[in-house]
């Protein structure tokens, strides 16, 4: 059975940085393509940034371009996503994903879900 591990996310202040991490179990072949969306209440879940396997520079929302920054380490089948200059519009709750399709259109797309991680950015 698949799974999606997260950790990182917290509370902090605008122009601070976090660090978020999604690792997959429970198969043997890496996805093909791991990333991120986030959920504000009422709101459905947006696109933040994702990375195809074998070092493809990755995509990002216009909204953190320039800001986050998605790596994976494809032994350890893992997803980071590094998150600078942070933003009160950046507070949500941050959803790994995992697909074996590309690209991701929708999160109607996505066969596979990290448990969340909250992200507050406030002063």
């Known amino acids: 059975q698949v799974q999606l591990a997260e950790s990182g996310g917290g509370s902090v202040e605008p122009g601070d940085s976090l660090n978020l991490s999604c690792t997959a179990s429970g198969r043997t072949f890496n996805f093909l393509y791991m990333g991120w969306f986030r959920q504000t209440p009422g709101n459905e879940r947006e696109f933040v940034a994702g990375?195809?396997?074998?070092?493809?520079?990755?995509d990002y929302s216009d909204s953190v371009k320039g800001r986050f920054t998605i790596s994976r380490d494809e032994p350890a089948k893992a997803a980071f996503l590094q998150m600078h200059n942070l933003k009160a519009e950046d507070t949500a709750v941050y959803y790994c994903?995992?697909?074996?399709?590309?690209?991701?259109?929708?999160?109607?797309?996505?066969?596979?879900w990290g448990q969340g991680t909250q992200v507050t950015v406030s002063s």
């Open positions: 990375q195809l396997e074998r070092g493809y520079s990755g």
């Open positions: 994903f995992a697909a074996d399709v590309y690209p991701i259109t929708s999160d109607r797309s996505v066969p596979y």
